[in-house]
């Protein structure tokens, strides 16, 4: 078969979430102490990105990390991801992962949920598969689908309404990411939006 080069390119970066799942989900992480569980996954999410980044010879001004605004875009991305956080915690309630708050655990959340979370997620969700989706298809359906695919990927909630949820989000996210075409602010929204879900609401509300 001849396939023009849209349809090539986003079979490439889909291909990324089975290899995204295989890694998750078959590396004995059990050997690793819980607190680096988290980088220790998403920088193998984020090897496989800067891999297939790599081999396609992608710069990373195209795929959205760039300068301009970008300021503007963090605000704009805390703005949105506080409310978001918010919003999902009366959808998941997750217990308190420590028995009181601490400012240090809420820096390292912070960190862990921005630099690995937001970036590795948002890198691969929006910056490639969804990216290569609009190419292929249309910038609605490949928006539609990069976020029908994100909300399977958290199927781990076994929660109806957390799935709904996620594909929602997936859409303001992917569409902020459109209107931007940065992915300053869809990083932001992201991280901080786990910070609140985590490391804020479940102290609050405890």
């Known amino acids: 078969m001849r396939l023009s080069q849209p349809i090539t390119d986003c079979a490439e970066s889909l291909a990324l979430i089975p290899l995204y799942i295989l890694f998750t989900s078959s590396l004995p992480w059990f050997f690793i102490n819980q607190q680096y569980l988290l980088p220790a996954v998403y920088s193998t999410i984020l090897g496989l990105c800067l891999w297939h980044i790599y081999q396609k010879k992608l710069s990373f001004s195209e795929l959205g990390f760039k300068k301009d605004k970008w300021l503007k875009y963090v605000l704009v991305g805390i703005a949105i991801g506080i ?15 420590f028995p009181a708050f601490e400012v240090k655990y809420l820096f390292r959340d912070l960190i862990y949920m ?22 292929a298809l249309c910038w609605k359906w490949g928006l539609i689908l990069a976020s029908l695919i994100f909300a399977v990927m958290h199927l781990t909630w076994r929660s109806i309404p957390e799935l709904v949820f996620v594909f929602f989000a997936g859409l303001l996210l992917g569409y902020v990411y ?3 075409k940065s992915l300053v602010a869809p ?4 991280g901080i939006g786990n910070v609140i879900l985590v490391a804020v609401m479940p102290y609050l509300m405890s």
């Open 83 to 97: 409310p978001i956080g918010v919003a999902e915690y009366f959808v998941i309630y997750p217990a308190p992962a």
């Open 114 to 135: 921005v630099c690995f979370v937001g970036i590795g997620e948002e890198l691969l969700f929006r910056g490639l598969v969804q990216r290569d989706l609009m190419n």
């Open 187 to 190: 990083i932001a929204m992201h």
């Open 178 to 180: 459109y209107k931007t």
